[in-house]
C-alpha cells in the first residue's frame, strides 16, 4: 500500500533517525521533529505505518522495528551473521534484496541473514536480513556485526578497557568477551531489518 505525503515523511524520519542514532526515535522524538504537541498524533501515523507494512510496534518507548529497508534495490546479501554464538564467515556474495525503495540509499550498506535467536528480544529472529552500514564507528552499546576470527555474530557491543563484550538480547545467552588474544573486527553498525516473508 502506497503512503501518504505525511505518513511518507513520517516515516523517513524513522528512517534517518535510526540510521543515524544507531536506535528508534520515541513518541517525544517523532513529534517534537514535526511539532506535534500530542503523542495522539504520532500514534496515529505510526498505526497508518504498521497497518501498511511499514514498521512493528514492540510496546516499549522506542519499540518501532522498521520491516520495510531503506535501501536501493541491490543491496548485496553477504552470507549469515550468527544470532547466538559466532560462526559463518560473512565473506561470500549470495545474493540481493531487491525492491526494498523505502529507505535512502547509503554506500557500504550491506545486508546479512540472522542465524539464531541470541538477539530475539529486539525483535531479530533466525531468517531476518539485517541491514549493516558498514564503515562506520558502532558506539558502546549500540548493536553491530563483528567478526571474530574469521566468524561473525550480530550483538550489542560495549568496550571495556583493552577488550570487548559482546551481549546478546536472549537470558539463554551468556556474554562473549572479547580480548587481545582473538582477531576481532567491527564490520559495521546494524541499522535496519527486513522480514521478507
Known sequence: MDLTAMQKKV???????STEEGFPPSYKDIGRHFGYKSDGTVKTYLEAL???GFIQRLGTARGIKILKGLIRRDIPILGRVAAGYPGMAVEELV???????QLKYR????ALM???DSMKNVGIFEGDYVIIQ?????????I???????????K??????????LEPENESYQSIIVDASFETKIIGKYIALVRTS
Open 11 to 17: 516515516f523517513e524520519f524513522i528512517c534517518d533517525f
Open 50 to 52: 504498521e497497518k501498511k
Open 95 to 101: 545474493g540481493t534484496l531487491d525492491d526494498l525503495e
Open 107 to 110: 554506500s557500504g550498506r550491506i
Open 114 to 116: 540472522i542465524k539464531g
Open 134 to 142: 558498514t564503515g562506520v564507528p558502532v558506539a558502546s552499546g549500540q
Open 144 to 154: 553491530g556485526a563483528v567478526m571474530i576470527d574469521g566468524d561473525a555474530t550480530l
Open 156 to 165: 550489542r557491543v560495549y568496550y571495556e578497557q583493552d577488550r570487548i563484550r
